[in-house]
């Protein structure tokens, strides 16, 4: 069975640093997509970022980076120099090729102290 | 592109009453998934079709739960009759296809409150 895990419910971090949010998962499949998707206090789910599985890159979306340890099935999100704007939930999930379904870690709340 | 559009964005209902949550997924799409999203069990997916056929219902609770999609442009997700425990955003998404490297695009939710 598929599963992804966050396990920082919550965290904190000062205006101007990074910050990385740690995502791990389970898959016996070889072909899956990673994404990470921002959720701020408004609702909506924004995506940020995306990793395939066969990607031997790192992926890299403006302040957003991907750590990409497939041996360890890690896909922990970097945030670069954090804003105010990035407090929000941030949510990791993977798209697995044979079924199409999208599955949800439970989330890491992030807020950015000024 | 107009994006997934949700209706209504706020529902409150009394318990036992039939809701109806609609979904017009973007144009060309050919994946659709409903989800609900609750403090204590985060997001779960509930349904999903491919080319309006449901694929996977496994996520809906019970059989008070029902979704349809009658054509590319159109879904539903039924509540009858409805629980306070229904309470939940739904999020209704699309995709263009199945393949690992395609995002899934979201519609800005129902909130749901059954009293």
């Known amino acids: 069975a598929q599963k992804i895990t966050q396990t920082q419910p919550g965290m904190f971090v000062q205006e101007k640093e990074a910050v990385t949010l740690d995502c791990t998962y389970d898959?016996?499949?070889?072909?899956?997509?990673l994404f990470w998707y921002k959720q701020p206090s408004s609702g909506e789910m924004i995506f940020l970022i995306y990793q395939g599985s066969y990607d031997e890159q790192n992926a890299t979306e403006g302040r957003y980076s991907l750590n990409f340890q497939k041996a360890r099935k890690s896909a922990n999100l970097v945030i670069s120099a954090s804003q105010l704007g990035d407090s929000a939930m941030y949510f990791c999930a993977m798209r697995v090729g044979n079924t199409g379904k999208l599955i949800f870690g439970q989330g890491t709340t992030l807020q950015v102290k000024p | 592109d107009a994006g997934v559009i949700q209706s209504p964005r706020h529902e409150v209902t009394e318990m036992g009453q039939e809701v109806t949550l609609r979904c017009k997924p973007i144009?060309?799409?050919?994946?659709l998934f409903w989800y609900r999203q609750t403090m204590m069990r985060g997001l779960e997916l509930l349904i999903y079709?491919?080319?309006?056929?449901?694929?996977?219902d496994s996520g809906m609770p019970e059989d008070r739960f029902s979704a349809k999609m009658p054509n590319a442009s159109f879904s539903t997700l039924k509540i009858q009759p409805s629980e306070p425990r229904d309470s939940a955003v739904y999020f209704c998404?699309?995709?263009?296809?199945?393949?690992?490297?395609?995002?899934?695009?979201f519609g800005s939710g129902t909130q749901l409150s059954v009293l």
């Open positions: 998404a699309s995709s263009r296809r199945q393949a690992t490297n395609e995002k899934l695009f």
């Open positions: 079709f491919n080319n309006n056929v449901p694929i996977d």
């Open positions: 898959t016996s499949d070889q072909s899956y997509g």
């Open positions: 144009s060309g799409h050919d994946y």
